[in-house]
């Protein structure tokens, strides 16, 4: 079955069902935010849809289960805008962990500091490695985020000099793993207003996405016209971790 376009959305039914948590069977049992997205795509029933890109499918499902009752609905209005938003870039996975880790690392509690620390040093590098960027010059949210938690970003520091990145498990295991901590991490933590966190996050990596998969879709056309379409070939990074 064929991707929907973007400006392709099916008519949703007359009567939606309310958002709820978890997997459901049918919408007669209730829905959660990838499976409306199934119906607005005309695809079966699924909360994995193929009109959107896997990882951020795993954050949607992840913020819709972990956002409370009483303002999962408020996720409803940005259903349509992952119908259709896929692309086989690494940039959108990269991206993706990237942002889930920045945004939970200066939130998290101690014991998930660690992990989240080495997400956004793994996250950044694979982005650099993408953009031809030096690993050693960290952008400025990555900067920031492992500046609020001075004690894991020098133990992250030392582990991710020490491993290297993997950039062939990345898409795999890294940048899955990486949104699960997150959004966990999000939930879990101290903060006044969990839900809205979560909320804006979601609206953050859609927004992400929508930027990468427009600036692919130019670049295929690009390539497409010149005759020559090129990709990206990484293994492995060695990160210089002893500078910011």
């Given amino acids: 079955m064929s991707e929907p376009s973007r400006s392709t959305i099916a008519?949703?039914?007359?009567?939606m069902p309310v958002l709820s948590r978890g997997k459901h069977r049918s919408s007669r049992k209730g829905a959660c935010f990838m499976e409306m997205a199934s119906v607005l795509a005309g695809e079966r029933w699924s909360d994995h849809p193929k009109c959107t890109h896997p990882l951020l499918s795993e954050v949607a499902r992840l913020v819709n289960d972990h956002t409370s009752d009483d303002h999962r609905h408020e996720?409803?209005?940005?259903?349509?805008?992952?119908v259709g938003l896929n692309s086989d870039d690494l940039h959108i996975d990269a991206r993706i962990a990237h942002r889930c880790a920045t945004v939970a690392l200066p939130l998290a509690s101690t014991d998930r500091q660690n992990a989240l620390a080495v997400s956004v040093l793994t996250a950044d590098c694979v982005l650099a490695e993408l953009d031809g960027r030096m690993v050693s010059d960290l952008q400025q949210d990555s900067r920031?985020?492992?500046?609020?938690?001075?004690?894991?970003?020098?133990w992250s520091r030392h582990f991710v000099r020490n491993a290297g990145v993997s950039v062939k498990g990345f898409r795999r295991w890294a940048a899955p793993n990486t949104v699960r901590l997150a959004v966990h991490a999000i939930a879990?933590?101290?903060v006044s207003d969990p839900d809205a966190v979560l909320r804006r996050l979601l609206a953050d990596v859609v927004a992400d996405c929508e930027?990468?998969?427009?600036a692919d879709d130019d670049?295929?056309?690009d390539s497409r016209a010149a005759g020559n379409v090129?990709?990206?070939g990484i293994s492995k990074v060695r990160v210089d971790a002893t500078r910011k």
Avoid: K, M, N
């Fill in 211 to 214: 930027t990468l998969v427009s």
């Fill in 230 to 232: 090129g990709t990206v």
């Fill in 219 to 221: 670049a295929g056309r």
């Fill in 11 to 15: 008519t949703a039914p007359e009567s």
């Fill in 144 to 154: 920031g985020a492992l500046d609020a938690v001075p004690h894991a970003a020098t």
């Fill in 188 to 190: 879990e933590s101290g």
């Fill in 75 to 82: 996720l409803a209005i940005l259903i349509p805008s992952v």
